[in-house]
Nanobody, 116 residues
Framework: QVQLVESGGGLVQPGGSLRLSCAAS????????MTWHRQAPGKDRELVAS???????KYADSVKGRFTISRDNPKNTVYLQMNSLKPEDTAVYYC??????????WGQGTQVTVSS
């Protein structure tokens, strides 16, 4: 059973930073693509950032220049460094793993709240 365990969420003031982590219990992590998504109350889940197995990255326009996705293959972990946080970044953040055979796994989500 594949598990994705997210951590690092919490309450932060506007302008602050958080780093989310997502640890995968799967040996083919290093050949899988990883993405971070978020879902705010009453809104659809949206893609925030992605990183391929070759560490090529993409970002949603709303987070470009503020968020950085990275991966540590020996630790089977993907990170999302979030800087200059805004109230509109408040959401539940989910990581997703896509294997080379296109199997998809989701984490349980971690709450990020940006508020003064």
């Amino acid at each position: 059973q594949v598990q994705l365990v997210e951590s690092g969420g919490g309450l932060v003031q506007p302008g602050g930073s958080l780093r989310l982590s997502c640890a995968a219990s799967i040996s083919i992590f290093r050949t899988s693509s990883m993405t971070w998504h978020r879902q705010a109350p009453g809104k659809d889940r949206e893609l925030v950032a992605s990183i391929t197995s070759a560490s090529s990255t993409k970002y949603a326009d709303s987070v470009k220049g503020r968020f950085t996705i990275s991966r540590d293959n020996p630790k089977n972990t993907v990170y999302l460094q979030m800087n200059s946080l805004k109230p509109e970044d408040t959401a539940v953040y989910y990581c997703k793993l896509v294997t080379p055979n296109n199997y998809v796994y989701w984490g349980q989500g971690t709450q990020v709240t940006v508020s003064s």
